[in-house]
């Protein structure tokens, strides 16, 4: 299983590329439910100020909000690039030591 850093890392380089929606690959269960990580780390890098924009579909409203869909209006901040420079990083660091 990723860590929601490198979830979140992997998001952002897609979105550099020029990835706008993020949806799940199935019309599955199975595939909305591992969809929720991504989503959730796209929610936290929007809250952070690592994107510009970004909107939400919603699936579900029950007992915990499910995400059906990503779609991100603006790119990647200063401080998306930032973080994705220091992650990548401390990653490399990791891998070496």
Do not use: W
């Not at 990083?89 to 030591?97: C, M």
């Amino acid at each position: 299983m990723k860590t929601l850093g490198l979830i979140l890392q992997n998001a952002l380089e897609e979105i550099c590329a020029g990835k706008k929606l993020f949806i799940p690959e199935a019309a599955t269960q199975e595939a909305l439910d591992d969809f929720q990580q991504i989503a959730k780390a796209i929610s936290y890098a929007d809250s952070e100020g690592l994107l510009e924009h970004c909107q939400f579909g919603i699936a579900d409203f029950t007992e915990r909000l499910t995400f059906s869909r990503v779609l991100v209006a603006g790119g990647v901040t200063e401080l998306g690039y930032e973080f994705l420079r220091n992650y990548g990083s401390s990653n490399q660091r990791q891998k070496v030591g």
